[in-house]
């Protein structure tokens, strides 16, 4: 049975691509068949995987599949992981009658999808596909920055945890704080309030770097970048540790 895990935030822009691929490329390289589904309709991760940039406007073979046949057919990236990709005809899931107990019923077929792990990044705000890959995932997480725009999107996401969890009573999260800016008096201030507020829920803290925006316009990984060891080496502990949460 395939562990589940979603990277979601009501807000665009906090880096939950880089997480959501990132993630997935080191599961890869420990060994682990791993599949992408991009439930977002911008199709970033799917454009990141593949290498396209017009992927997110193509309909074929794209995440739709989950909903629309029995046996989804992912297609292999060069990074090892096998994706399903986003794009803009996503939308229309939204507007399917019953879709939330539509999704509920496909955790099942989510869930025994043939790989070992499967990452999701979901759209970022709420709605039907979000809600789905709650239901579906063992495992949430959501990248924040420390701003108050970010936060607030975050407590949407923490509401559609709990809505999620009358179905999914597992569902764990952890929240990560994303492109933290040190000098910054006001992002520290939302740093030390965000772990008075999530205390047992607070992994980790990564500050803003350019060469991990770099190493994802490239579809690599973070550790890739060999002018840095020890900040691939932080990000892909980081995404190990992060594995070994789903049990």
Not at 79 to 84: A, D, E, M, R
Not at 145 to 170: D, T, V, W
Request: glycine share 6%; charged share 25%; with cysteine.
């Amino acid at each position: 049975m395939a562990k589940i895990i979603a990277v979601g935030i009501q807000k665009g822009g906090d880096g939950k691509t880089t997480f959501a691929c990132n993630l997935a490329m080191a599961a890869v390289e420990a060994g682990y068949k791993t599949a992408l589904i991009d439930l977002d309709s911008q199709g970033n991760a799917g454009v990141t995987l593949s290498g396209n940039p017009d992927m997110h406007h193509i309909k074929e073979s794209g995440a739709q599949q989950i909903y629309e046949v029995d046996d989804p057919v992912f297609a292999e990236t060069d990074s090892g992981v096998f994706l399903l990709h986003g794009h803009s005809w996503l939308e229309e899931i939204d507007f399917r009658e019953d879709v939330d107990l539509e999704s509920l019923n496909l955790r099942s077929k989510v869930r025994n999808l043939p790989f070992d792990y499967v990452i999701i990044d979901t759209p970022p705000s709420s709605g039907p596909r979000q809600l789905a890959a709650l239901f579906w995932s063992d495992l949430v997480i959501a990248p924040v920055k420390p701003q108050r725009f970010s936060i607030i999107g975050l407590g949407k996401l923490l509401q559609q945890i709990k809505l999620a969890r009358r179905k999914n009573a597992g569902l764990a999260f952890r929240v990560v704080i994303n492109q933290f800016i040190s000098s910054s008096t006001e992002q520290n201030q939302f740093v030390t309030e965000l772990h008075e507020s999530l205390p047992s829920n607070i992994m980790k803290v990564f500050r803003s770097r350019v060469p991990v925006s770099d190493m994802l316009a490239r579809g690599l990984p973070v550790w890739a970048y060999k002018k840095d060891k020890k900040l691939g080496q932080e990000w892909y502990e980081f995404c190990i540790e992060v594995l070994n949460l789903v049990k």
